[in-house]
Structures are given as C-alpha cells and as structure tokens.
C-alpha cells in the first residue's frame, strides 16, 4: 500500500485565504498546535483578488452609521434568508476586527483627520467600505500572513485536502497530496476549520482562479455536513468581457462607488429605468442626486448603479439581450466622464483605481480615465455552503468547523459587496477560537487507516486508467458549459432539469478520466480531483435552484419571475442521504427576535 | 485547471494563427526545451498559450497561476529573456516572429518544467522583525495618520510577491547569495516596516548584519522588471542604506555615542 506521513496538531485549518489564516492566528493564540494547509503558495488565496474595501461600521465618515444599520443592510440585501445571528455578530464585530488589522500593520487609506477612510458601495446605505486603493484584499491578506508566520503555525503550502477522516461522527483529520511530489499526508486534528473559498470553477465566465473548485463544499458534504443555500450563486455585474481571454476578470464595484456610470449602446443610464421598490426610497432620482452622494452629500440618495449585484446583473444581462450591448456583449462602464465634474480626473482615477487602470491598458490597450470599459456579469461568489451554528462556526459534524465563502448563513440570497472581506476576519476568528475550545475539551480520537487507503486508492485511480481514460480537462469545460449555459442567471425548470441529466452523464465521465505521466506537479491530475468536488456543488446548486420555485436574491427563475411569500419561508437544505443520493430539505426560517425585527423596521 | 478554456470562449470574432513556444521541461536533474504549437488569437497572453498546451498535447506541463489578472504574482517566468507575469504578457507585446521562450525563474531551484522553488522568500521574510506600533493615539485603541504619511508606505505594500526582483538580481542569480543576501523584495518588505508611521521597531542592524544589504550595488534590474512598478532602488534600498550608513559609518554619531551611553 501507498506509504503516507502522519502529522499530529490541536487544529488543521484548509484554506490560507482570509478566513484560514484568521482562524489559524486565533487558534495559534488560544494555544493550540495549528496545521495551515493551502492550495496555493502562501499569500496567493482568492482573498488576494478582492479590490473594493472591508464593509464595517466604524462611522468615520459618516457618524448616522452603526452596526444597526449595517445588519438592517445586510438583511435586506440577502432578502431575508440570511442566518440573523450571524448578520448581527458580522455587523457588531466587523469593526474591531478592522482596526486589529491595523494594529497588525495594514495601511488603510485615510480621511482627512487621519482616521480609515470608508467608501461608497452597493446596498451600503452609508460610506462603509475600509479599503486600500482598489488593492484591499491583498492588503488583507498581506497584513494577516506577515502577521500570521510569527505565531508559530505549521504552514503547508500547495497541499490540496482530498478527504476529511472520521471517527463515528466526529472529524479527527484530513488527507492529502503535495503537488511537488504527489505524496500523501494525513493531518491528524482534534479539530478542524474549512476555509477552502468558493465554486466559480463550476462556471464558464468565473472571475474566480483554478483553486476554486468547491473543495470544501464537497469535502464537508461527503463527511455528513449539511450545505445550505446552494441555490445562491452570485454573477458580479462587472467582469471584463474583452479580449476574449481576459472575460470574467473583475472589475471591481468601486469603480462605480467612485462615480462610475453604465450605459448601453444609446448611451442611456439604463439602470434608472428598474429601481426595485424595496430600495426606491433610497436611491437618487436623477443623475444630478446620484453624483452628489458620490460627492459625499448626505442628503442625496445612491445613485442606481449601487443597487445590488443581483439586480444590477439582471439589468446588464437584459440590456445585452434586448440588442443595446457594447460590441461586445456586454454594456459600458464609464468612469472617464467625472472629467466634467472634477479637474484632474485623470489623476484623481488612477489613485483611487490603480489595479483597474493596469488592469485595463496591459490587458484590453483601454485607457479607462479616457474611455468606457466594456462590462458584463461574471461568476463570482457562492453565498450557500456549508451550514453552521452562528456563534461557533461548527457545521452539522462535530469538530468541523467551517468560515469565509465556504460557509453559509451571512449573506442569505445575495451578498453585499463588501461583507466578504469582513466576513473572513469576523469569523474566520470565530472559527479558530471554537475550534481550539473544541480541540480543549475533547481527546484526540482515532484515524482509521482503511478510510486513509481508500482514499488514497480513489485519488491514484486516474493514473490507472491512463491515456486511454477520458481527459479531465475536457469533462471540466463540458460541465463549465452546462452550468454556465443551464443555470446561469436566468434560470428555468426545464433547463435545470437537462443540466441534471447532463451532470449524471458528466459524473459517468468523471470516473473514467485517465491521466498519463508522473505525480509531480501535474495538472491534468489535480484536475481530475477537483472534478468530483466541482461535479458535487454544480449537482447541489441545481438541485437546489429547481426546488426553489421562485426569484429572489441572486436566483433568477424566469419561470416563477416574482417572490413568493411560501418560499420566504423557508431555507434549502442539501445532504447525502443513506442511500447515497443527495437530498434536499426544507429548513424553516428561524424567527427573528423582536428586537431585531425593530432594527430591520426603524431601517426601512 | 481551466484557464485554457478562456481562451476558446465566445465574445467576437478574431483572427487566429498558429505560434511555436519553446518550453523549458524538466527538473532539478535538469531539462531541455521543447517545441509546442498552438493557436494565437486577439488579446492572448503567455498564460493562455500555456493552458492551451497542456490541455492539447501536454497535460502534465507544470506551472504555477492562480488569479490571471497580475494580482497574485504565481505565474512568473522567464520569456524571450526578460521576467515577467504570463498572465500580464501579450502576445501582441512580443516580436511577430520565431518561437516565443517560456522557461523558470532562474535565480530559483527548479521543481519541475516552469516550476521553481521559492521557499527562500518564505524564509527570509521570516527573520526580518515583525511590525511594532506604538500606543494608540486615541481613547478608543486607534490611530492617527494623514495620507501623505502613508503613500511611501503604500507603493510597497503594493508587492505581489511574484519575486521576479529577487529572479533578475545578480547578487542571487549569478552570484547565489541566498544565505547572506534577501534580496529585493524583503528589502521593500523592511522598508514597509521601517518607514511605517507606526512602527518602533529597528532593523537597521539586521539589514547591515543578517540581511546584507551591502551586497546591493543599485544597478536597479529589480525595479525594471518590477510588474507593480514600484521605484524599489531609489525609494527603498536607496533610503535604506542611507539610514544604515547613519547609523553605523557615520563619523559625528559615533562621536555622540562615546560620550552618550545607552544606545
């Protein structure tokens, strides 16, 4: 049998993003041994990508601003499905956990009396957003790595998880694979953390990396956790759509907290013709009201771009299909124009947008202080997850613990911009203090080395098969097409169904898949084992997204157009049944305290 | 990995034409180029060629990328020469004729094809004394700073860490100074430190003792290559070594400390 290595720590943390190594700085601090194992190099995690800013509210800019309005925010933007505790922990704590990454190093922009300057964004009813620039995930990520390597964490960088090791109900470990060499690894654990990020490989227009393949999702899911809310897949208004390799890149939503305007192919600010009525009392009613709250005027509403990413999507997608796109299939993001409102707007974006600018005149020759970009929605964010308890962060498994994307509950049917950055710290702290209290209080418990062979058999099953099984990066970009093209963002029953069919036919592939070569460092390895996880969370999403028989938040049913009052009811619970099948569960609603109930009216 | 698939993706018509890419494969024991081609269209960057080759006709080619949009620094290579991002490199930058060459970052062990070794980074970074602030200016546990204090601060925070400076840098390249010598990058990374508003911290001894800055005679390949753009010579190493000088060589402070004990 395959010789692996076994390692023994208090906690294992999967996933270096944000979360990871929050949870990893917190456990490490209670006294715990810690085991950080990423993907990638350290420092490399989705997180680094995250541009426009950490929504907390500090109330630097504009003192009407609380944790009260923020969780009313939160609330409303996720349509009520959110889990309320955790909106109420994310909002009352987000801000401490601001001001710790500065005591850690981080250099925030500032205002003018020298305190963290806070930025306008979608669904924020105030200036929230604590940011660097448009660089503010790696400033995050930077600040809790450079941080984190002084706290005597065990990092293993490019090691992917493969499975999570159980005794009786409980999690005791993780197996894994160095991509240097293709060795096997078990980290033995009392305790361990996902934070394994998102799905947005499951999507043929992703702004999300190779890693995010939904390992943790799946990880969790075949370990007996429940995952919640699958059915909400958020597609950014804003990714790049020219050149064509280039499409899905993010662009960021701060270009228009800075001001920046869409338009279609007649030049018309076409998001003035749908404001939704849960936000009409909160939105500019011309363009001259929406420029002056980009100016900071407190007695100016929002301007119609910083409505929601789901309806801003919706808008976009239904410009390009009406035939008043740009070119090139998608519509105009214009930041060039504050030049009529401002002197040295040119200087003024390239400060405020820097990535943006580079981004654009390296990879599309647009110079975006002189001319419109082209913009068009991008798979961005997965808002379901894996489900856990609001305060501990622990899943339905005892000793699983999981925080950041991974994990559900925060942002309900749609996700503010903003609110992941402060997801991350806000509960990837959480996770790694439950965790270590977790690991304190119970023993070690037993690896059982038939599952670690078996696993280890399953993972090497590829190389059996060869050159003459089928190719995994081709089952990738079929299944990429189907989600994309079958439930994208608009859905319909009937499409959902064939995607279901056509996944049964994929997963028939999947086991087929050969790969020829050495176990060093190859991708169309890795890629057949990020297959399984990606086949898993596309098959969930579906299954959830048809059960759902109505549109709210980021799921668009172009069969059932409108709310339903049944389904606000309800969220969508997904579990691996006894059979082996995968299940889906109605799971009411909690109730909200009456309490927060006031905080939701008085914000109304 | 699905990057390759970008590059085949719907959005407008281009013209597409096939190109040879001459990539270095092998490992620590060594390695030979080899010839691929592929299919070149509109707006291709290295990176997607790259992909392209490994799902057509080499799906164990190794290489290291994470977000594809010069955010994460994992893609950095050597093409025609010069270190670069794959992923910020267009087709249309490079000359239109004769094969394109993609090979590892040389100052680097290889691991395998365009794969290196850069623990040395992960390492050096580890011995350069953590950030220090000073007490909170304010009641409630926070600080002042006006931006112009922290634009220095900002240009280096910039970093990618794709460690391209520390790939061009002779003192690592040809001369193999790991061990005596951080290099480029940890040298931003200190100058973050010691000229953040907020630190109280002093490396200065480390910089002349542990981490050889000595060794840099500013020939400023580093910032050339630099895809942040950051002026790491002239407004980091530079700066450093003059606060080093003062601290160590210069003759009236050491006039001073005779007759000032303590420090």
């Known amino acids: 049998m395959e010789h692996y290595q076994t390692l023994e720590h208090d906690v294992v943390v999967i996933g270096a993003g944000g979360a990871g190594l929050r949870a990893a700085i917190e456990a490490s601090a209670m006294g715990c041994s810690v085991a950080l ?10 997180t680094v990508m995250a541009e ?32 309320w505790r955790m909106a109420q922990l994310h909002a009352q704590e987000a801000p401490a956990r601001v001001r710790e990454l500065e005591a850690w190093g981080a250099v925030f922009d500032r205002t003018r009396d020298g305190r963290i300057l806070q930025r306008n964004f979608g669904g924020h009813r105030y200036p929230r957003l604590a940011h660097v620039g448009d660089r503010t995930g790696l400033e995050m990520i930077r600040t809790l790595q450079d941080h984190g390597i002084h706290q005597g964490i065990d990092v293993f960088m490019e090691m992917t998880v493969v499975s999570l090791l159980k005794d009786g109900d409980r999690v005791v470990g993780a197996l894994g ?13 009392k305790a361990v953390v996902l ?55 993010l662009v960021t939503e701060g270009v228009r907290g800075e001001g920046g305007v869409l338009r279609n192919k007649d030049g018309r600010r076409f998001m003035f013709d749908d404001i939704p009525d849960n936000y009409r009392n909160q939105t500019a009613k011309d ?114 613990f999981a925080a950041g994307e991974v994990a559900a509950g925060l942002h309900g049917a749609n996700r503010l911009g903003g609110n992941s950055l402060s997801d991350l710290v806000v509960f990837g702290k959480r996770a790694g203090e439950h965790a270590a209290k977790f690991a304190k209080e119970h023993g070690a418990g037993a690896v059982n080395p038939a599952q670690v062979e078996d696993a280890i058999r399953r993972a090497l099953a590829p190389f059996d098969r060869g050159d003459a099984g089928e190719n995994a990066f081709a089952v990738q970009s079929d299944l990429q097409g189907t989600m994309q093209d079958l439930v994208g963002i608009v859905r319909t029953e009937n499409e959902m169904l064939r995607a279901l069919e056509e996944i049964g036919r994929l997963k028939a592939r999947a086991a087929k898949v050969g790969v020829s070569g050495h176990r060093e460092y190859n991708p169309g390895w890795h890629t057949s084992i990020d297959l399984h996880n990606l086949l898993t969370v596309s098959e969930a999403i579906t299954r959830a997204a048809i059960e759902r028989k109505e549109s709210r938040g980021a799921q668009f049913r172009e069969d059932y157009p409108d709310k339903s009052a049944e389904c606000a009811k309800f969220n969508l619970v997904l579990r691996k049944g006894a059979d082996g099948r995968m299940q889906v569960v109605r799971e009411p609603v909690r109730p909200l305290p009456a309490e927060l109930q006031q905080i939701i009216e008085e914000n109304k | 990995m699905a990057g390759q698939h970008n590059s085949t993706s719907s959005g407008g018509s281009s013209e597409r034409a096939p190109r040879t890419f ?10 030979q180029f080899h010839d691929y081609t592929t299919q070149v269209g509109e707006g291709m960057v290295v990176l997607d060629a790259i992909h392209q080759i490994q799902a057509e006709s080499a799906p164990d080619l190794a290489c290291r990328w994470n977000c594809k949009a010069g955010k994460c620094g994992s893609c950095s290579a050597e093409i025609n020469g010069t270190p670069r991002l794959m992923c910020m490199t267009r087709m249309d930058q490079l000359p239109p004729d004769g094969p ?59 970093c990618i860490e794709c460690f391209l400076c520390q790939d061009v840098c002779h003192v690592l390249r040809d001369h193999h100074k790991h061990d005596e010598f951080v290099g480029p990058r940890l040298l931003v990374y200190a100058a973050a430190l010691e000229m953040h508003p907020l630190d109280t911290e002093n490396r200065l001894a480390d910089l002349k003792n542990r981490h050889g800055i000595g060794y840099c005679n500013i020939t400023k390949c580093c910032t050339k290559v630099c895809p942040e753009h950051i002026t790491i010579t002239d407004n980091s190493i530079i700066p450093l070594k003059e606060r080093v000088v003062d601290e160590f060589y210069d003759p009236l402070t050491k006039l001073f400390r005779i007759f000032k004990p303590g420090k």
């Open chain 2, 100 to 158: 394109v060459t993609v090979e590892p970052m040389r100052a680097f062990p290889p691991v395998r094809d365009l794969v290196t070794d850069v623990s040395h980074n992960f390492r050096a970074k580890k011995s350069i004394k953590k950030f220090t602030p000073r007490k909170p200016d304010a009641p409630d546990g926070t600080w002042r700073m006006q931006q112009a204090d922290v634009d220095r601060v900002q240009e280096f925070r910039k």
């Open chain 2, 22 to 31: 001459r990539v270095w494969r092998g490992d620590a024991r060594g390695g």
């Open chain 1, 52 to 83: 426009g800013g950490m929504a907390a509210a500090m109330a630097n800019v504009d003192d009407r601003d609380s944790w009260k309005v923020h969780f009313a925010d939160t609330m409303r933007g996720g349509q009520y499905l959110n889990n």
């Open chain 1, 177 to 189: 694979y160095d991509r240097e060499r293709g060795r096997f690894r078990v980290w033995k654990a």
């Open chain 1, 287 to 400: 363009e001259e009201e929406g420029w002056r709250y980009v100016c900071g005027d407190k007695n100016a509403n929002r301007p119609p771009e910083l409505l929601t990413r789901d309806h801003v999507a919706r808008c976009i997608n239904r410009e390009v299909k009406a035939g008043r796109g740009s070119p090139h299939g998608g519509v105009f993001l214009d930041i060039a124009w504050i030049k009529e409102k401002i002197p040295n707007s040119e200087e003024h974006i390239r400060k405020k947008l820097p990535s943006m600018y580079h981004q654009f005149i390296t990879l599309a020759n647009i110079d975006i202080t002189k001319v419109p970009m082209e913009v068009g929605p991008t798979t961005h964010y997965i808002m379901g997850g894996v489900r856990v308890d609001g305060d501990t962060q622990m899943s339905t498994v005892p000793g699983l």
């Open chain 1, 37 to 46: 194992v990423c993907k990638s190099l350290l420092g490399k995690a989705h």
């Open chain 1, 195 to 249: 934070a394994t990020g998102g799905v947005g490989k499951a999507f043929r227009i992703t702004s999300n990396s190779w890693e995010y393949t939904g390992d943790g999702h799946a990880l969790a899911y075949e370990a007996g956790a429940d995952l919640l809310d699958m059915e909400f897949v958020q597609f950014h208004p804003t990714g790049m759509v020219w050149p064509p390799s280039v499409r899905g890149i």
